[in-house]
């Protein structure tokens, strides 16, 4: 059975950072891309930044560019985004995701999230 | 980056109904589509991709539909566990997604 947990979030003043990290078991894990999909509250979702199997490779949504950093460890099973500069406009649940490509790529397995909350 | 744009954001419908969603693409996309329903705390779940191919564990009376620009996500008969948000995606160039804004389902 797939699983994804992730963990990390928490209060941080704006400017601030965490690392959030997301532990993978059930699936050979570095064949598998992996996304971070987040929440704001009561709002839709939103892809945030994704990373290949490999871990070569990485892509971030304009919004996050340049803030943000997707890394994975495939001895660990375990996958992370730093989150830096952090903006109350980055209040959400942040999801990760495996990525499963076959032809067509879409999510299909997600954690149960962890929230990150950006105030003073 | 293509948009998607899904129609109603809010339904309201009854136990037994049959409700249909749509996801509109701002250009073709083919079949590179799936849907999700989520419910409140708790994480998306993957109900349909490619289009029209059900989820393993899905229930039979989720269907979707079409190709190119526009999409439907039907249910035949509405439970009481369906009102959940549903959204559309889709892959967009190299591992960036799009999602939808969201459908409510809610109970009339």
């Known amino acids: 059975e797939v699983q994804l947990v992730e963990s990390g979030g928490g209060l941080v003043q704006p400017g601030g950072s965490l690392r959030l990290s997301c532990a993978a078991s059930?699936?050979?894990?570095?064949?598998?891309?992996m996304s971070w999909v987040r929440q704001a509250p009561g709002k839709g979702l939103e892809w945030v930044s994704s990373?290949?199997?490999?871990?070569?490779?990485?892509y971030y949504a304009d919004s996050v560019k340049g803030r943000f950093t997707i890394s994975r460890d495939n001895s660990k099973n375990t996958v992370d985004v730093h989150v830096s500069s952090l903006r109350a406009v980055d209040t959400a649940v942040y999801y990760c995701?495996?990525?499963?490509?076959?032809?067509?790529?879409?999510?299909?397995?997600w954690g149960q999230g962890t929230l990150v909350t950006v105030s003073s | 980056d293509i948009q998607l744009t899904q129609s109603p954001s809010f339904l309201s419908a009854s136990v037994g109904d049959r409700v249909t969603i749509t996801c509109r693409a701002s250009?073709?996309?083919?079949?590179?589509l799936a849907w999700f329903q989520q419910k409140p705390g708790k994480a998306p779940k993957l109900l349909i991709y490619?289009?029209?191919t059900l989820q393993s564990g899905v229930p039979s009376r989720f269907s979707g539909s079409g190709s190119g620009t526009e999409f439907t996500l039907t249910i035949s008969s509405l439970q009481p566990e369906d009102f959940a948000t549903y959204y559309c995606?889709?892959?967009?160039?190299?591992?960036?997604?799009?999602f939808g804004q969201g459908t409510r389902l809610e109970i009339k």
């Open positions: 995701a495996r990525v499963y490509c076959a032809g067509d790529c879409f999510l299909d397995n």
């Open positions: 490619a289009a029209s």
């Open positions: 995606q889709q892959l967009n160039r190299f591992l960036s997604f799009t």
């Open positions: 059930g699936f050979t894990f570095s064949s598998y891309a």
């Open positions: 250009q073709g996309i083919s079949s590179h």
């Open positions: 990373i290949s199997g490999s871990g070569g490779t990485t």
